[in-house]
């Protein structure tokens, strides 16, 4: 379905919204759409990516059209949707017309309704000219797009009953008049405005004649005080005639019935008894006119204009003495003053820089669009503070919309551990709230519980309650702010409107999902948390993009990870830098949750966590359809992708850079369960470098590894189209934050990474450091996707060190190391110098064994050898290590590789190994080897 306005001026835009939905029993797989237009017209973006549909399932596409400007007409504008196997298409008209200056005033009528009606109805009327049509004054319709008629003398306009309906209002419907109508009709200046008038504001009685002229009577209009006595009163101080009527015009005089009225109100004798009256009301009368307004000031000084006429409220809890009414002189002086005030659109509550306030800032009242409600500061010097002292919250935004908050200093250490917050944004039952801008503020020391929901502990928490009015968030955004110690989250959005199927505590019962809108998170600084950083859930295309995370999972005992989303969809995170993540509960830089579709994370830097660099996560619910791209992990721990125990579909890893320092050890991929995790690894670079070891964990058999870069990777997977060489990264290791890793991680010239990586439709259109990565072109594996860097070679990276598990594998060193029985060392090896035979007696057995130390728990691993038999057969196997011995046989008389595959037991960390032979004879075992998969 493609929606847009059915017209547009030239130069202008206009938003046109594509539906795609998949009907029938099949699956609609990734493609993209696009929008065909003219030639001279523009659409942003180029082509957008569609993401899977299941049947029944629908995706929103959204793009900006504009029209050149010197172009007038219909086109037809189409989007067509395209993957291998399937197109579909659709298309609309839109008229570009822009009304050509023809006179000194004109206008388009927009009005909704019938345009057929009587005079003074709400059809056409042209001010000053009554049921006729003027001479010179003509209805244009030759840009109307239809057959149109107007009857001058009864100002009537009917247009064509398709596409509009019959008499429906037409965009291209005007009235034109002649340039020198205002010199011929001087009186009637407003003649030729051709707007749609309605009874009530500016409308007048229908003239009367007067002499043969006809004469608009203007509309009275009535005063706080009555004008006329007034005037005529200070006429009769300075002793002079007073003409009757006022408004006597040449030519005749306009009386309507409210005219006539106030005339005879006025008619006042000239006599002495009138003048001392009007003395005495001179007098005495303003003197209490001035003691309103004196006492008006003192009530609402705080509304003296700031230039816009706003009204402001000045508050500075330093100040003693004297009144106070929010004016700069006297400003409010408790949180509990300005909470009583009843604040109005427009309104400004300041508070003076270098004050302190404590308790809590809950204002009452409510800005509207244009005019929003602000809270801020004034004067010089150090931020505000406000300290909410252990109270709940600091600043509760309670039930209200269009508010902006901005340079203020907030803090809440008292009563530590307590349920807490620094900025409280409370909707319950509220219906949908519009406009929230949180800037500039300085969070500290809100030091709550190690709760999260809709009423858990957090720097700032948006939330949402109640299950009778369906209630969202629209126009969030919090920018530029810093949080410094904050238990236990950071920025956290949380709403009852969340259920869907998609999450494992769906409750069909409860509110439906029903996401925030227009959701900014940006350039905000975060530091020593004590869980999350920053967490979205129930949005629907948030925004979160250059915010630093340093240091979260703290002091929480549950699990927290840096930035990440939770049963939200179509979230973009951007150019994030996040490091210091402590435990491995979860403690990862980024994460995709359940519940969350159409996910996107790009262009983001990882370092230093303990956790790791990336966790997708879901129990007993869903997600799918995600892209992490671009992105640089630099020395993260433990895990680089992580998955929980539900299973998932259509997460892809594409371009991304892993490096991981000596002394640092990690499982680049790590399924934990054997649930079904669809994820595709592809065109990423990962450099183990040094002590360490970098493995992978696959279970699933879901899991694609393909055209990736693995350097000193142990127990690597296939990895069809990719490669171990080393991509000579220019910088590898140096980067100290996410200005400086695109540098870091860059490819040198000689490097086999550049142009090697597979065209693949989600790789987006740049790389990490905003290289172009034009479409259907083999791109350079990792993130980095600009030219080769000239220049000497980066030193080569150092290989890992192997510590075997085994000693004297491969009987090099004799029988050392090994346990024997009816055993050998012999010259016959299959490598190297020497090997172990074995020669079993008749109603004997022959062996070599080994005992291992230090194997990890709940951990599979391979043991192989080879062996050569003089007849019968000779076992490989191993016992001792959590589970049931387990063993391979072989009876070639050639050089064979036996391997056999057994895990460790939960608590296991040691295992024995066996070359044995029972039945009577001779075999030789040589190049035993043990290594973790």
Not at 61 to 67: D, G, I, Q, R
Not at 242 to 268: K, N, Y
Not at 485 to 513: C, H, K, L, M, Q
Not at 754 to 761: S, T
């Amino acid at each position: 379905m493609l929606e847009l306005p059915e017209t547009v001026e030239p130069g202008g835009s206009v938003a046109v919204t594509t539906t795609l939905r998949a009907v029938g029993t099949k699956t609609l797989s990734v493609g993209r759409l696009s929008l065909g237009v003219p030639e001279g017209w523009t659409v942003e973006p180029g082509a957008v990516r569609n993401p899977r549909l299941k049947p029944g399932e629908s995706a929103v596409a959204e793009f900006s059209l504009t029209a050149p400007k010197d172009r007038q007409g219909k086109v037809a504008v189409g989007a067509t949707a395209r993957t291998d196997d399937w197109t579909v298409s659709a298309a609309r008209d839109v008229l570009a017309f822009d009304a050509p200056e023809v006179g000194p005033r004109q206008r388009v009528d927009t009005t909704r309704g019938d345009w057929k009606g009587a005079y003074g109805a709400d059809g056409w009327e042209i001010p000053g000219f009554g049921r006729k049509n003027p001479t010179g004054v003509v209805l244009d319709t030759s840009q109307a797009g239809g057959t149109w008629t107007w009857n001058g003398n009864s100002t009537e306009a009917r247009g064509p009953p398709a596409p509009h309906g019959v008499g429906a209002p037409h965009p291209a419907l005007l009235v034109r008049c002649p340039r020198d109508l205002h010199r011929r009709h001087r009186k009637h200046s407003q003649a030729c405005r051709a707007v749609s008038r309605r009874r009530g504001r500016g409308r007048g009685r229908l003239p009367t004649r007067r002499g043969g002229r006809r004469v608009r009577c203007a509309r009275h209009r009535p005063r706080l005080l009555p004008y006329w006595p007034l005037r005529r009163g200070f006429l009769a101080l300075l002793g002079r005639q007073v003409p009757r009527d006022d408004r006597a015009q040449e030519g005749g005089r306009c009386e309507c019935r409210r005219q006539r009225r106030i005339r005879r109100l006025i008619s006042v004798p000239r006599t002495q008894e009138n003048r001392d009256f009007m003395r005495h009301l001179l007098t005495h009368g303003v003197a209490f006119l001035c003691s309103i307004v004196l006492v008006a000031g003192a009530s609402s000084a705080a509304a003296a204009a700031d230039g816009e006429g706003r009204r402001v409220h000045h508050v500075d809890c330093r100040a003693t003495g004297g009144g106070a009414n929010g004016s700069p002189t006297h400003p409010w002086r408790t949180l509990d003053q300005v909470n009583s005030l009843a604040l109005d659109a427009g309104d400004r509550l300041v508070f003076a820089r270098g004050s302190r306030c404590t308790g809590t800032l809950a204002p009452k009242g409510a800005g509207r669009p244009g005019h929003p409600l602000v809270i801020g500061a004034y004067g010089e010097g150090a931020k505000p503070v406000i300290d909410g002292a252990g109270a709940p919250d600091a600043v509760l935004l309670h039930n209200t919309e269009w508010v902006e908050v901005s340079g203020l200093e907030i803090t809440n250490a008292g009563n530590p551990g307590r349920n807490k917050r620094g900025v409280h944004v409370l909707l319950d039952d509220y219906g949908t709230g519009t406009h929230y801008w949180l800037t500039d503020l300085v969070i500290h020391d809100v030091l709550g519980d190690d709760t999260k929901h809709t009423g858990g502990s957090a720097g700032i928490l948006f939330s949402v309650t109640g299950s009778t009015v369906e209630t969202r968030f629209d126009d969030v955004r919090v920018e530029g702010n810093t949080l410094r110690t904050v238990d236990r989250e950071g920025i956290y959005f949380a709403s009852s409107w969340n259920n869907r199927p998609v999450i494992t505590d769906y409750n069909p019962a409860g509110p439906r999902w029903l996401p925030a809108t227009r959701v900014v998170v940006r350039g905000n600084t975060l530091e020593d948390l004590g869980g999350d950083g920053i967490v979205l859930t129930a949005t629907d295309g948030a925004l979160v993009e250059r915010n630093v995370v340093r240091g979260f999972q703290r002091r929480s005992a549950g699990y927290n990870a840096g930035i990440w989303p939770w049963n939200a969809d179509h979230t973009v995170f951007q150019y994030n830098d996040v490091s210091g993540g402590e435990t491995t509960r979860d403690g990862m830089a980024y994460d995709v949750d359940e519940g969350s579709f159409g996910t996107v994370f790009q262009y983001n830097y990882s370092h230093d966590n303990a956790g790791g660099f990336f966790l997708v996560c879901t129990a007993g619910g869903t997600l799918g359809d995600a892209v992490i791209r671009y992105n640089i992990s630099q020395n993260d721990r433990f895990r680089g992708i992580e998955t929980c125990s539900g299973s998932f579909d259509d997460v892809r890893f594409l371009n991304n850079t892993i490096y991981i320092a000596p002394g640092v050890s990690q499982t680049v991929v790590n399924e934990n369960t054997a649930q079904r995790h669809e994820i595709a690894f592809r065109n990423n670079v990962v450099v183990k470098e040094g002590t360490g070891k970098a493995t992978f964990a696959l279970r699933s058999g879901a899991v694609t590894v393909s055209d990736n870069m693995l350097h000193n990777i142990a127990g690597a997977p296939a990895n069809p189209g990719g490669g171990t060489a080393d991509p000579l990264l220019t910088g590898r290791g140096t980067a100290t934050g996410i200005g400086d890793a695109g540098a870091a991680y860059a490819l040198h010239a000689d490097s086999p990474a550049l142009g090697a990586g597979a065209a693949l439709p989600d790789i987006g259109d740049r790389d990490f450091s905003g290289n172009p990565v034009p479409p259907d072109t083999a791109p350079s594996i990792g993130a980095y996707n600009g030219p080769g860097v000239e220049g000497a070679r980066p030193t080569p990276v150092e290989a890992s060190p192997v510590t075997p598990l085994l000693s004297n594998s491969g009987f090099e060193n004799g029988l050392t190391g090994w346990a024997t029985r009816n055993a050998a060392s012999v010259a016959d090896a299959h490598e190297g110098t020497k090997a172990a035979r074995l020669t079993a007696p008749a109603g004997g057995f022959a062996t070599a064994e080994q005992s291992v130390t230090g194997l990890r728990p709940a951990t599979r691993y391979v043991l192989s050898a080879w062996i050569r038999n003089d007849g019968g057969s000779t076992v490989l196997g191993a016992k001792g290590f959590g589970g049931a011995a387990t063993s391979a046989s072989v009876s070639d008389n050639e050089w064979t590789l036996a391997s056999v595959e057994f895990t460790t037991g939960t608590t296991g960390s040691t295992a024995t190994v066996f070359c044995y032979r029972e039945q009577p004879g001779t075999a030789v075992c040589d190049d035993v080897t043990l290594r973790a998969l």
